[in-house]
């Protein structure tokens, strides 16, 4: 479940749209605005090309209300950041999460 900045960017834009309310519809132009006012300018073909490639990747759902499609993400930020760590500690360090926070630590003033 690798992820490019952008889907991430993404990601982090439905996380804080839905931080008040889980259940709120978020559209394609819901987060083109968001992310333009984060200072992320990307054309609305852009976000609609990526939302339906994380949609592919099961991160999104996509449903219909009216004539209008919204998205909702299947995992909140904690849940994606779990198996983030899990994916690189399976790739990097054959599985072992402890392995993978020592390298951290030991790589903190380098990573800095």
Do not use: H
């Not at 479940?1 to 834009?13: F, H, Y």
């Not at 984060?38 to 852009?46: I, Q």
């Not at 909702?72 to 072992?96: L, Y």
């Amino acid at each position: 479940m690798v992820c490019g900045k952008l889907e991430i960017d993404i990601l982090n834009s439905f996380w804080t749209l839905t931080s008040q309310n889980e259940d709120r519809d978020i559209s394609i132009q819901d987060i083109v605005d968001n992310l333009s006012a984060n200072g992320t300018e990307r054309a609305y073909t852009t976000i609609k090309t990526v939302m339906d490639r994380l949609t592919v990747k099961s991160i999104l759902v996509r449903y219909k209300v009216g004539k209008k499609f919204f998205y909702r993400a299947t995992m909140n930020r904690e849940e994606m950041a779990s198996a983030a760590i899990k994916e690189t500690a399976d790739r990097f360090f054959d599985g072992s999460i402890p392995a993978l926070i020592r390298f951290a630590e030991k790589s903190q003033n380098v990573l800095v």
